[in-house]
């Protein structure tokens, strides 16, 4: 799972469009039952983040896990993060 998002580079003025926003492979998701830190990091296309290199961006929030949700939380973090301005329209990957 995965969010497309555009992306926008200012030091480039360079969007991306449809840029690739996946939980970070290793440390993307920490903390315990009150709150949960989610960093998500930003690449040009699946084909690249499965790859896991040339990361374009990260972006940090936290949220607070439902623990009665059939959900887990990784897609509760991906749920909320569409909730977030920053990824206003954000659509699933």
């Not at 896991?52 to 949220?63: L, P, Q, S, V």
């Not at 959900?71 to 509760?76: E, T």
């Given at each position: ?40 990091n ?12 040339d ?15 059939a959900d ?14 920053e ?6 990957a």
């Amino acid at each position: 799972m995965a969010l497309l998002k555009d992306y926008y580079n200012a030091q480039f003025e360079v969007t991306i469009t449809d840029a690739y926003w996946k939980v970070e492979l290793d440390n993307g998701i920490t903390g315990g039952k009150t709150k949960l830190r989610c960093r998500m990091n930003c690449f040009k296309n699946q084909a690249i983040a499965d790859t896991n290199t040339d990361k374009y961006a990260d972006f940090d929030f936290e949220f607070v896990p439902d623990m009665l949700s059939a959900d887990n939380f990784i897609k509760q973090a991906y749920d909320y993060a569409k909730t977030l301005p920053e990824f206003s329209g954000a659509v699933d990957a």
